[in-house]
């Protein structure tokens, strides 16, 4: 024993072992040499075992052994340097890690080892051995690169157990997987069209459930579109506004109202509303319209389902622009003061806090500017953000002053008021899993003659038993979606360098 190492020297005392070919006992010695193991470590000291063993000869004369090494079990294996204790404990460390972070908390641990030797044991891991198919499968992607490479995560939602990984999300992989696998009864997923059709496809007697999550998130788009058509109800109407909106309407100052000018951002969007749908309304699917234009399905679909170029901008506003509405006040103040500057006004807001750009003040402050007033000393709008989770929040998570500001925006404009009565009903019915009452809600969201409604509609009646179902049953794909963000933690540890197979042993194997 020394400061670093504990060197530790045993023999096997046992007389004759077993032959590994034909499994007789013999007792004649043919040698002896020593192994070197590294085992576990101890009190902060690296732990090498030299062991004695012998080489036996094996008297039967039709195996094919002529002689073998002895074993002790739990302690050696063939051809090992490491004690199996030891080799588990790495493996471990690597499915948790990869390689070299592992290799880093290794040596740390006082049994050092190098990240291609901890990725050599992973790859040696036998593969997850998956008897009958679950009864209740979940299906759902997940991006190795998003907005460009996709995989798919398979799980048993009754016990939760991770089942297999595939390496793209299209129709026909999942439909070869489910055809080694027919036993499926219900499937959980999102409301995207492969995993339907391969589910059709293969298992036409499964239940389908869509995913009462996505469904919610559906139906906030849909309204968040909704108060963006109705942008002008949300703002506060006061004795100014009033007065300009009757000279407007007598046509005496029509001249003072500025004329927008289109951008580049107005025109490519107007270019790509055009080219989605010229091969849209001949039929083409989105997935071979997004190849052939070069975009991603999800910017193609909303393309396709907006009937004008303006349509596929609402709702579509980063976060980072909602943010800036927090220094209205700020900014107009400053604005009325004479500094007009919006570089300056940026790195003013930025000492305060702000994290956006340059180009999102510069927009911001683009209507005041045009106009040529005054800006007002204080915002008198909601933002559509807001008045979207004014609308769709519950009632009773939500502080007076906020429901005032939502019964005045409902008084305002009745289109809105029809939408909150669309989202309690929907929420109702999903909390209260009444699914029997989805078309009679389909029904009402498409007399509302709001189009993102509308348009909502028509997509959940092409998928109206699955979404019904979803709405009906117990399943959904909760443990799915939290396993989808265990991925991305397995992908950020790796710094998104691990391929498909190392990936997919993490996820299956991974504790």
Not at 14 to 26: E, I, K, L, V, Y
């Amino acid at each position: 024993m020394d400061d670093e190492v504990v060197a530790l020297a045993a023999r096997a005392v046992s007389r004759d072992a077993p032959c590994p070919g034909c499994g007789c006992t013999s007792s004649r010695v043919h040698g002896r040499y020593r192994r070197r193991l590294a085992d576990l470590a101890v009190a902060g000291r690296k732990v090498v075992i030299g062991l004695l063993v012998r080489r036996f000869l094996c008297g039967t004369p039709e195996c094919g052994r002529r002689t073998f090494v002895e074993q002790v079990e739990g302690l050696t294996e063939r051809f090992a340097r490491r004690t199996p204790v030891l080799r588990r404990t790495l493996e471990r460390l690597a499915l948790a890690l990869a390689g070299r972070p592992a290799a880093r908390l290794a040596a740390h641990l006082s049994i050092p080892t190098s990240p291609n030797s901890l990725l050599r044991l992973l790859g040696k891991l036998p593969d997850k051995n998956l008897g009958t198919a679950p009864r209740v499968l979940g299906v759902d992607d997940f991006a190795f690169k998003k907005g460009h490479v996709y995989g798919t995560i398979l799980m048993d939602m009754e016990t939760g157990e991770r089942v297999d990984v595939l390496p793209d999300r299209t129709a026909d992989t999942l439909i070869g997987w489910l055809r080694d696998h027919p036993d499926v009864e219900i499937v959980c997923r999102d409301r995207a069209s492969a995993y339907a059709e391969a589910v059709r496809t293969v298992c036409p007697d499964a239940t389908q459930v869509a995913d009462r999550f996505h469904l919610w998130k559906n139906l906030c788009e849909a309204v968040e579109k909704c108060v963006g058509e109705h942008r002008k109800c949300l703002a506060e109407p006061t004795e100014d506004t009033t007065a300009d909106t009757t000279v407007v309407k007598a046509g005496t100052a029509a001249d003072d109202v500025p004329e927008p000018v289109e951008g580049l951002r107005a025109i490519k969007r107007r270019e790509r509303h055009a080219a989605v749908h010229a091969l849209y309304d001949k039929g083409v699917q989105i997935e071979v319209i997004a190849k052939a234009l070069g975009l991603d399905r999800k910017t193609v679909r909303r393309y396709a389902h907006a009937a004008t170029p303006e349509d596929a901008s609402l709702g579509t506003g980063s976060r980072r622009y909602g943010q800036i509405h927090a220094y209205s006040s700020y900014l107009y103040r400053r604005w009325n003061e004479g500094c007009t500057d919006a570089a300056r006004l940026h790195a003013e807001i930025t000492e305060l806090g702000y994290l956006g750009s340059k180009r999102t003040v510069r927009r911001h402050l683009e209507q005041i500017r045009a106009s040529g007033k005054p800006a007002p000393e204080k915002p008198k709008e909601l933002t559509v953000r807001k008045a979207t989770w004014l609308i769709t929040a519950h009632p009773d998570k939500i502080d007076e002053s906020s429901a005032l500001k939502r019964k005045q925006l409902l008084s305002l404009c009745p289109e809105l008021d029809a939408a909150a009565d669309c989202v309690r009903i929907f929420a109702r019915m999903m909390t209260e899993r009444r699914g029997s009452e989805l078309d009679d809600w389909l029904t009402r969201a498409e007399n509302t003659g709001l189009k993102p409604l509308r348009s909502l509609a028509r997509g959940l009646r092409k998928d109206f038993d699955a979404v019904s179902a979803g709405l009906t049953l117990e399943w959904s794909s909760g443990k799915v979606e939290g396993n989808v963000n265990r991925v991305k933690r397995i992908k950020r540890d790796g710094y998104g360098r691990a391929g498909f197979d190392l990936l997919r042993r993490q996820i299956l194997l991974a504790d």
